[in-house]
């Protein structure tokens, strides 16, 4: 990035900020769906079937998708009323103390059906904290942005989810090279939650040191801050909530069929190792992290976010009916080069959310609006999404699967053209 944005201190730190605290959510967020694809569901669930049981891990995947709306709400009040800052310190400890309690759960085989529901309850409380971490987080990077540098600035807490599923997964992989399948099933597992307690630790430092950011002081010197965030943003900006919100179920729909879902189907349908199964999954984010970084810089100097997602979109629809013919295979080569496809197209439907989704709102409902929408885009496309999937695979195979995918990217397409043309 230039010169002019990049040298100040306080810059590096803010982005910094931003980039870490996504970053160590993601992670939290990603251990626990990279366990639930590969143990939870033998673990916590009494032993029917293993298609059953990995239903059942899945759908604890999606109690963190009830809790993102009214963590979005909780944060989101007093985000816009009190500030950034101190409302992003309190997500990253509520998701933090969540996941680390996680690694000190008994199974179901030690308390029975009492196991799964405490790991619900902990689910629940990951979904809540991130429901109030990703809306501060893009807000604290954009409402520093300079002139024509919004959707750069707005990469950076984009950037944390690659970041963190690297540092997720990268871990079980090196666990399930270190470990034999047993020791991992009985105890290794439990490790990455622990970890989180250390990252916590290092995201609260840096944030600590942060200052307001402008947007927000300037707004409560012009007029108090609202009573009840929510109910303004849904008395005046009801249908830029609607907007946002189905403009960004691709991305979920999308992430969650190439990540839990592939993971899942690939290990214990396909056969392949699992740790062959990661390393492949870890090069493939890489792409991920390339997309947002150029539908950052496209969006900027080019076109503007809601173009870029379109295109992304576009992207997203012709890559599911490559699932089946690329996945299914047999060749990891290819089940490579489809999963580097998919999440290439997913970095353009996911990094210009990071600015377009705060600028429909305005700064005194901002932290509420993004919240509110990237967290309820978040159940539309992704609460059901690893469950669909697994119980479309079993019916019909990869391509049912890959034109849902299709289908959500569609949806959002549709929306985003309909709000070019209402503005």
């Not at 984009?158 to 970041?163: D, E, H, K, R, S």
């Given at each position: 990035?230039?010169?002019?944005?990049?040298?100040?201190?306080?810059?590096?730190?803010?982005?910094?900020?931003?980039?870490?605290?996504?970053s160590?959510?993601?992670?939290?967020?990603?251990?626990?769906?990279?366990?639930a694809?590969?143990?939870?569901?033998?673990?916590?669930?009494?032993a029917?079937?293993?298609?059953?049981?990995q239903?059942?891990?899945?759908?604890?995947?999606?109690?963190?998708?009830?809790?993102?709306?009214?963590?979005?709400?909780?944060?989101?009040?007093?985000?816009?009323?009190?500030?950034?800052?101190?409302?992003?310190?309190?997500?990253?400890?509520?998701?933090?103390?969540?996941?680390?309690?996680?690694?000190?759960?008994?199974?179901?085989?030690?308390?029975?059906?009492?196991?799964?529901?405490?790991?619900?309850?902990?689910?629940?409380?990951?979904?809540?904290?991130?429901?109030?971490?990703?809306?501060?987080?893009?807000?604290?990077?954009?409402?520093?942005?300079?002139?024509?540098?919004?959707?750069?600035?707005?990469?950076?807490?984009?950037?944390?989810?690659?970041?963190?599923?690297?540092?997720?997964?990268?871990?079980?992989?090196?666990?399930?090279?270190?470990?034999?399948?047993?020791?991992?099933?009985?105890?290794?597992?439990?490790?990455?939650?622990?970890?989180?307690?250390?990252?916590?630790?290092?995201?609260?430092?840096?944030?600590?040191?942060?200052?307001?950011?402008?947007?927000?002081?300037?707004?409560?010197?012009?007029?108090?801050?609202?009573?009840?965030?929510?109910?303004?943003l849904?008395?005046?900006?009801?249908g830029?909530?609607?907007?946002?919100?189905?403009?960004?179920?691709?991305?979920?729909?999308?992430?969650?069929?190439?990540?839990?879902?592939?993971?899942?189907?690939?290990?214990?349908?396909?056969?392949?190792?699992?740790?062959?199964?990661?390393?492949?999954?870890?090069?493939?984010?890489?792409?991920?992290?390339?997309?947002?970084?150029?539908?950052?810089?496209?969006?900027?100097?080019?076109?503007?976010?809601?173009?870029?997602?379109?295109?992304?979109?576009?992207?997203?629809?012709?890559?599911?009916?490559?699932?089946?013919?690329?996945?299914?295979?047999?060749?990891?080569?290819?089940?490579?080069?489809?999963?580097?496809?998919?999440?290439?197209?997913?970095?353009?439907?996911?990094?210009?959310?990071?600015?377009?989704?705060?600028?429909?709102?305005?700064?005194?409902?901002?932290?509420?609006?993004?919240?509110?929408?990237?967290?309820?885009?978040?159940?539309?496309?992704?609460?059901?999404?690893?469950?669909?999937?697994?119980?479309?695979?079993?019916?019909?195979?990869?391509a049912?699967?890959?034109?849902?995918?299709?289908?959500?990217a569609?949806?959002?397409?549709?929306?985003?053209?309909?709000?070019?043309?209402?503005?």
């Amino acid at each position: 990035m230039g010169a002019i944005s990049m040298q100040a201190p306080s810059t590096r730190r803010v982005l910094a900020a931003s980039l870490v605290g996504t970053s160590i959510e993601f992670y939290d967020f990603y251990v626990y769906t990279t366990a639930a694809a590969l143990v939870f569901g033998k673990l916590f669930f009494p032993a029917a079937s293993p298609t059953a049981q990995q239903l059942a891990a899945f759908a604890t995947i999606g109690v963190a998708f009830i809790a993102r709306p009214l963590g979005s709400l909780f944060f989101g009040h007093f985000g816009d009323r009190i500030g950034r800052k101190s409302t992003l310190v309190a997500s990253l400890l509520t998701m933090g103390l969540s996941t680390t309690l996680v690694a000190f759960l008994p199974t179901y085989a030690t308390i029975g059906w009492a196991a799964a529901l405490l790991l619900c309850v902990l689910r629940f409380g990951q979904g809540f904290g991130l429901g109030g971490e990703w809306g501060g987080a893009a807000l604290l990077a954009v409402e520093h942005a300079p002139p024509g540098w919004r959707a750069r600035f707005g990469m950076f807490p984009q950037l944390g989810a690659p970041v963190g599923f690297i540092a997720a997964n990268g871990l079980f992989l090196l666990l399930g090279v270190v470990l034999t399948p047993a020791q991992f099933s009985d105890w290794g597992w439990r490790i990455p939650f622990l970890i989180s307690a250390v990252l916590v630790i290092f995201g609260l430092w840096i944030r600590l040191k942060l200052a307001e950011t402008p947007e927000f002081c300037a707004s409560i010197e012009d007029a108090p801050p609202p009573l009840i965030p929510f109910a303004e943003l849904i008395g005046q900006h009801f249908g830029k909530l609607v907007v946002g919100t189905f403009g960004g179920i691709a991305c979920f729909a999308l992430y969650y069929v190439s990540t839990a879902f592939a993971l899942g189907y690939g290990v214990k349908t396909l056969g392949y190792p699992m740790a062959d199964f990661l390393a492949v999954q870890l090069g493939a984010i890489l792409f991920m992290a390339l997309g947002i970084v150029v539908s950052a810089y496209g969006a900027d100097r080019h076109w503007d976010e809601r173009r870029v997602l379109m295109g992304g979109c576009v992207a997203t629809i012709l890559c599911g009916f490559l699932m089946a013919p690329l996945m299914g295979s047999g060749s990891l080569a290819l089940v490579f080069a489809y999963l580097a496809l998919s999440l290439l197209c997913m970095g353009f439907v996911y990094g210009p959310l990071g600015a377009w989704l705060p600028s429909l709102f305005p700064a005194r409902v901002r932290y509420t609006g993004a919240s509110m929408t990237f967290n309820l885009a978040g159940v539309l496309g992704g609460a059901l999404t690893p469950i669909a999937a697994q119980a479309l695979a079993a019916r019909g195979g990869l391509a049912p699967v890959g034109l849902y995918a299709s289908a959500a990217a569609a949806i959002s397409l549709v929306t985003l053209t309909v709000a070019g043309r209402a503005r």
